[in-house]
């Protein structure tokens, strides 16, 4: 095989466009994921009736199942329930006006989800009881302590596990080609099979990955050196 160092610039150039694209689907999802995380924490460590036996359920059942699996289910699964429900009330929706992206979006949410919920409850657990206590002792309430008690100090703790679900959930955005969503990995696919120059589109691929895996390293390091300064009682 003859390597041409020069179609992997050109490789990189046409692959840029795709770069919104996964981080649409990485920022969604994880925000999304955030969300989810932290309401099925708090859940668990009350103890919510009911709630908290679903929580524990809906963890092991993504935890212990590939990312594939869960966008394939959703893809599949969610149209077919979608129009059943809408022939059954008579509304005009159908899964065909969907955009493919939606099933990549709901899927990788639910994924990041499960996986936030153990690093946020992780970090919950870290931070002393008996902060909570004092706040109770000066007057505020659970939500009040929690926000500017318990939360800041449990972001500190977690914030490193969250950097890898977040670097986790870009790389398993290349899984949305099976949606036919065009992002970095299914852009390199395409140019490459102009060509047949796949290990150079592979490369300049694997570069723009690694570009932006080091972003985020760095931007958690800066919220990191934030965090940890104003926890400190520090001018963040």
Do not use: C
């Not at 699996?69 to 809408?86: E, K, N, Q, R």
């Amino acid at each position: 095989m003859k390597i041409d160092p020069s179609f992997i610039w050109t490789a990189f150039v046409n692959l840029l466009s795709a770069v919104p694209t996964t981080l649409l689907i990485t920022a969604v999802s994880v925000t999304a994921g955030f969300v989810i995380g932290l309401i099925t924490s708090l859940v668990r460590i009350y103890k919510v009736p009911l709630l908290s036996q679903i929580a524990a359920a809906y963890i092991t059942f993504i935890r212990g199942t590939p990312m594939l699996t869960h966008l394939l289910l959703i893809y599949f699964g969610l149209p077919a329930i979608l129009d059943a429900v809408s022939s059954q009330w008579g509304w005009g929706l159908r899964s065909s006006s969907i955009p493919m992206i939606w099933f990549a979006f709901i899927s990788f949410s639910i994924t990041a989800g499960a996986y936030m919920s153990e690093v946020i409850r992780s970090g919950l657990m870290a931070v002393n009881r008996g902060q909570m206590e004092a706040a109770y002792s000066v007057g505020m309430t659970t939500v009040q302590a929690l926000r500017r008690i318990v939360f800041p100090q449990a972001l500190a703790v977690s914030l490193p596990n969250l950097s890898n679900s977040v670097i986790g959930m870009l790389h398993g955005s290349t899984l949305v080609f099976t949606v036919s969503v065009v992002d970095i990995n299914a852009q390199a696919q395409i140019v490459a099979s102009t060509n047949w120059k796949f290990f150079e589109s592979y490369l300049a691929a694997a570069a723009i990955f690694w570009g932006l895996t080091l972003l985020i390293e760095r931007l958690t390091a800066q919220l990191e050196k934030r965090i940890n300064l104003y926890n400190r009682g520090g001018v963040a």
